[in-house]
């Protein structure tokens, strides 16, 4: 092969090609994501140092009055050793990691995805970048359905910078509600922050409360209208259902709106 082949491979023109297939598109944490990554060779051969997958998303971060995005890497993996590729060859590398706890559900258009690269010395690193969904865990969606059954309704999803309530990770995701009728005239708004763990969850619930009168006035003027929570919920509570569930965030909702 020529030497011009070998320059234009270094730049990633006629350089190896790399597409990642996975079995599904949707996902929750903790189960598996499973996957081949297609690798086809270039017009020259190539020496791959090693294949990797990352699992990636973004988050929203303020500084100096500026909110700004963030890409965040949740998790990466490594899914092959030193191999070459020959000219025009082309090789299948499985791959399987567990979805992370802390991946964030890709409700609000929230981005979830994979990125494969080769690491290729002295060329570009060809990658390949695919979009999954996330899905609510079993703990999750039952938490979700207790929420509805208070008729609270969705109304949006961000993943947010901070760093302490992040738990191994910079940002958290904040899910948000509208009240019901039952709560309209008392609740402004309702929040959670779920972090999941192997048997169970710690939930934050924060409670927007609306101002009444000259004490409601001055609570909201100080920002002190906002009370929240921390609930564990164990696996043998989430066992007992979503109507369980919402007595407890029910009753919860209640002291907080006294």
């Known amino acids: 092969m020529s030497f011009f082949n070998k320059i234009l491979a270094s730049v990633g023109i006629g350089s190896v090609q790399v597409d990642t297939r996975l079995e599904k598109s949707s996902y929750y944490p903790g189960e598996d994501v499973k996957g081949i990554i297609h690798i086809t060779g270039g017009n020259v051969e190539q020496s791959v140092d090693h294949i990797y997958v990352k699992l990636m998303t973004e988050y929203t971060k303020e500084s100096n009055d500026r909110k700004y995005t963030e890409s965040f890497t949740i998790a990466k993996v ?3 050793d030193k191999l070459i590729v020959k000219q025009g ?15 964030p559900l890709t409700l ?10 080769l690491d290729i ?6 990658k390949d970048r695919d979009f999954i969904e996330v899905i609510p865990h079993p ?10 059954e208070l008729g609270f309704r969705f109304k949006e999803a961000t993943c947010e910078y901070h760093s302490r309530l992040g738990r191994g990770i910079p940002f958290v995701q904040e899910i948000e509600f509208y009240p019901g009728r039952e709560f309209a005239d008392r609740v402004k708004e309702l929040e959670l922050i779920m972090h999941l763990e192997r048997d169970g969850m710690s939930l934050l619930v924060e409670v927007d409360r609306r101002g009444r009168g000259i004490s409601g006035w001055l609570e909201q003027s100080l920002d002190m209208n906002e009370r929240h929570a921390w609930i564990t919920l164990e696996h043998a509570d989430l066992q007992k ?8 965030l029910e009753e919860l909702i209640d002291t907080k709106t006294r």
């Open 78 to 80: 490594r899914a092959s």
């Open 121 to 126: 010395e002295n060329a570009i690193d060809p």
């Open 241 to 248: 259902g979503s109507e369980y569930i919402a007595r407890l």
């Open 89 to 103: 060859e082309q090789l299948e590398i499985p791959f399987e990691f567990p979805l992370p706890l802390e991946t």
């Open 108 to 117: 609000s258009r929230q981005p979830v995805w994979l990125r494969t690269g």
């Open 139 to 148: 703990y999750t969606a039952v938490v979700l359905d207790a929420v509805s």
